[in-house]
């Protein structure tokens, strides 16, 4: 019995090295309409990061399933927002793998219109969103915003408003001024 436990912590530290390589992400580059989005999806970890070049406007987001948040830097305001996703609203994950597979889906989500504006009062603590949130918004002031009841009437400026696009189907308006800037 010994002389099988020797190979075998032997083979587990030699394997799980190489196991760590492993990238169970998979990269879908995509090109946009104007630019370029770049995304990489997660599964394991519940996650899609974007890199979106458009130059009317540039943003780098993060969708994190797992815990129901989306997080975007908007490079056009030098600051990070974060918002709750509303499953009924936003596609799922499942959804967006499918359609960067270009395969045909049954339904997309719409979320065209859905309108969030910036609340006062920075973000203090980023680490408990997440290291991957925390490295995309840490040189950059990061606020909460909330999502718009459809329908409901906003005395905004319509100047103050980001929009943020990704493939066909999640269209979202970031509006309000970022305190101090």
């Known amino acids: 019995m010994k002389h099988l436990i020797a190979p075998s912590i032997l083979v587990a530290f030699f394997l ?4 760590a390589l492993l990238d169970i992400s998979d990269s879908h580059p995509l090109d946009g309409s104007v630019g ?3 995304i990489r999806v997660n599964a394991f970890r519940g996650m899609v990061s974007i890199r979106d070049n458009n130059v009317l406007s540039e943003w780098d987001g993060i969708l994190d399933y797992k815990n129901a948040l989306l ?3 908007l490079f056009s305001k030098m600051a990070c927002v974060l918002a709750k996703m509303d499953p009924s609203a936003f596609p799922t994950l499942d959804d967006i793998i499918k359609a960067l597979d270009h395969k045909p889906l049954k339904h997309y989500p719409s979320t065209h219109g859905l ?3 910036v609340l ?4 203090k603590n980023l680490a408990q969103y997440g290291m ?3 490295e995309m ?6 606020y909460f915003v909330q999502q718009q009841k459809e329908g409901s009437a906003l005395a905004i400026n319509p100047d103050s408003c980001s929009e943020v696009q990704l493939l066909s ?3 979202l308006s970031i509006c309000g001024e970022i305190p101090g800037l």
């Open 137 to 142: 918004c840490r040189d950059v002031p990061t």
């Open 169 to 171: 189907f999640l269209g």
């Open 16 to 19: 799980t090295p190489s196991l």
């Open 115 to 117: 309108t969030y504006t």
């Open 120 to 123: 006062p009062g920075r973000v």
């Open 132 to 134: 991957s949130i925390k």
């Open 71 to 73: 997080a975007a830097k």
């Open 36 to 38: 370029t989005q770049s």
